[in-house]
């Protein structure tokens, strides 16, 4: 992994997918998928929905949005890897990359 890159978790995919969907989906091609932010969102005012083309998948696991809050417009998602938690839950695993180039 470089420098500026971060492995990103993607929680909260049962509520809005399939076991199969979920395989689906952690096959598309990185451009597919976008962060949204949430300021409203009763539960978290830094909340990052994860859309897939325009379906909402999931969103950034805490702490991570946090810190992607402020470098949004900078991010570039690389990979997606579906893992399972320690319940057997399915998650995605995002990698970004923060590119240098845009200030």
């Given at each position: 992994?470089?420098r500026?890159?971060?492995?990103?978790?993607?929680?909260?995919l049962?509520?809005?997918?399939?076991p199969i969907?979920?395989?689906h989906?952690?096959?598309r091609?990185?451009?597919a998928?976008?962060?949204?932010p949430?300021?409203?969102?009763?539960?978290?005012?830094?909340?990052l929905?994860?859309y897939c083309?325009?379906?909402?998948?999931?969103?950034v696991?805490?702490?991570y949005?946090?810190?992607?809050?402020?470098?949004?417009?900078?991010?570039i998602?690389?990979?997606?890897?579906p893992?399972l938690?320690?319940?057997?839950d399915?998650f995605?695993?995002?990698?970004?990359?923060?590119?240098?180039?845009?200030?």
């Amino acid at each position: 992994m470089k420098r500026d890159e971060l492995d990103v978790p993607i929680v909260g995919l049962k509520h809005y997918l399939t076991p199969i969907q979920i395989a689906h989906v952690s096959g598309r091609d990185p451009a597919a998928f976008r962060f949204v932010p949430e300021p409203d969102n009763p539960y978290d005012r830094r909340a990052l929905a994860v859309y897939c083309d325009d379906q909402r998948i999931g969103y950034v696991g805490r702490p991570y949005n946090q810190a992607l809050w402020e470098e949004l417009r900078r991010l570039i998602i690389h990979e997606i890897r579906p893992l399972l938690d320690k319940d057997g839950d399915p998650f995605l695993m995002m990698r970004v990359e923060r590119d240098e180039r845009i200030p």
